[in-house]
Nanobody, 128 residues
Framework: QVQLVESGGGSVQAGGSLTLSCAVS????????LAWFRQSSGKAREGVAG????????YYAEFVKGRFTVSQDNAKNRLYLQMSGLKPEDTAMYYC?????????????????????WGQGTQVTVTS
């Protein structure tokens, strides 16, 4: 069982920056895919970024490439999402999630249904 708790959301003006943090309970560092998803009003939840095994595989959705950076601190059991160049369309509830993979299988970054563990979410609002 993996437990996740997000923090760091808030309101920021367009062009600004925020860093989200996710506290992750004890997990398998090499076997657990950690990801950020987001969901805005009236839209489906979508993958934003993900990381496994300290960067063995890193994923970014096209719409955040060059603006967001995902990282993990294994010593602190934390997942981070550094967001810069924020746009009003980045406004959403942001969730961290975990998928425990079998063997060396690839992390299913874009498949929301494959992630079994979720945090409660943290709201990010970007004003123009």
């Amino acid at each position: 069982q993996v437990q996740l708790v997000e923090s760091g959301g808030g309101s920021v003006q367009a062009g600004g920056s925020l860093t989200l943090s996710c506290a992750v309970s004890t997990y398998g560092y090499y076997s657990t895919c950690l990801a950020w998803f987001r969901q805005s009003s009236g839209k489906a939840r979508e993958g934003v970024a993900g990381i496994v095994n300290g960067g063995q595989d890193i994923y970014y959705a096209e719409f955040v490439k060059g603006r967001f950076t995902v990282s993990q601190d294994n010593a602190k059991n934390r997942l981070y999402l550094q967001m810069s160049g924020l746009k009003p369309e980045d406004t959403a509830m942001y969730y961290c999630a975990a998928h425990v993979r079998s063997g060396g299988s690839r992390c299913p970054w874009e498949l929301t249904s494959e992630f079994n563990y979720w945090g409660q979410g943290t709201q990010v609002t970007v004003t123009s």
